[in-house]
Nanobody, 114 residues
Framework: QVQLVESGGGLVQPGGSLRLSCAAS????????MGWYRQAPGKKRELVAA???????NYADSVKGRSTISRDNAKNTVYLQMNSLKPEDTAVYYC????????WGQGTQVTVSS
């Protein structure tokens, strides 16, 4: 069974930074893509950023230039560095892994507020 364990969420002031981490464990075959999605209250879940097994990256327009996704293949871990955070970045952030199946983390709350 595959588990995704997220960490790094919390409360941050506007303009601040956070680094989210997601470690995958279990029987994982051929990870294709690891990424982060977010869901704000009353809104649909949306892609924030993703990185493929060839290190190709994709970002939502709303975070482009403020966020960096990276991965450590040896540790099956993906990171999301978010800078210049805005109140509209407030959401539950979910780690996503696409391999033989698609897996989701339990979510970590990010709140941007003064």
């Amino acid at each position: 069974q595959v588990q995704l364990v997220e960490s790094g969420g919390g409360l941050v002031q506007p303009g601040g930074s956070l680094r989210l981490s997601c470690a995958a464990s279990g029987r994982i075959f051929s990870i294709y893509v690891m990424g982060w999605y977010r869901q704000a209250p009353g809104k649909k879940r949306e892609l924030v950023a993703a990185i493929t097994n060839t290190d190709s990256t994709n970002y939502a327009d709303s975070v482009k230039g403020r966020s960096t996704i990276s991965r450590d293949n040896a540790k099956n871990t993906v990171y999301l560095q978010m800078n210049s955070l805005k109140p509209e970045d407030t959401a539950v952030y979910y780690c996503n892994l696409k391999a033989d199946y698609e897996y989701w983390g339990q979510g970590t709350q990010v709140t941007v507020s003064s």
